[in-house]
């Protein structure tokens, strides 16, 4: 039984070179002019247009996803728990992020920072 020898066939694919570029590979594409499909296709996009804010100073409120957020997008609790934009806004400081760097100590019975 012989085995395959991975090098030999390398060997092989190498000393073949590339096949040459058919003609056809370079009807439809040309480096300095683009195709009639593109040129339609920006014509008939809609530019955007910036939205401009009444006063620059004030930021937009953004909510605190420190978390991370799900794949769909909804935030996620300091437990992992994934919730509703909705229910976001209705839980606790406590139920969004949790001891926030503070332990519990048994001794003191009381939550403390780490220094």
Same mark, same amino acid.
């Given at each position: 039984?012989?085995?395959?020898? !991975? $090098?030999?066939?390398?060997?092989?694919?190498?000393?073949?070179?590339? #096949?040459? !570029? =058919?003609?056809? =590979? +370079?009807?439809? +594409? &040309?480096?300095?002019?683009? #195709? @009639?499909? !593109?040129?339609?296709? @920006?014509? !008939? /996009?809609?530019? $955007?247009?910036?939205?401009? /804010?009444?006063?620059?100073?004030?930021? #937009?409120?953004?909510?605190? +996803? $420190?978390? %991370?957020?799900?794949?769909?997008?909804?935030? @996620?609790?300091? /437990? %992992? @728990?994934?919730? =509703?934009?909705?229910?976001?806004? /209705?839980? &606790?400081?406590?139920?969004?992020?949790? #001891?926030?760097? $503070?332990?519990?100590?048994?001794?003191?019975?009381?939550?403390?920072?780490?220094?």
């Amino acid at each position: 039984m012989k085995l395959f020898d !991975a $090098r030999a066939e390398l060997a092989k694919i190498e000393k073949q070179g590339h #096949p040459p !570029a =058919s003609s056809a =590979s +370079f009807a439809s +594409f &040309s480096p300095h002019t683009p #195709p @009639k499909e !593109a040129e339609e296709a @920006k014509e !008939a /996009t809609p530019r $955007r247009e910036i939205q401009k /804010t009444d006063d620059p100073a004030q930021k #937009p409120e953004t909510p605190d +996803f $420190r978390h %991370g957020k799900s794949v769909c997008g909804w935030p @996620k609790t300091w /437990t %992992g @728990k994934i919730v =509703s934009l909705d229910e976001w806004r /209705t839980l &606790s400081a406590w139920d969004k992020h949790g #001891p926030d760097g $503070r332990h519990w100590n048994g001794i003191t019975r009381k939550w403390e920072e780490l220094a």
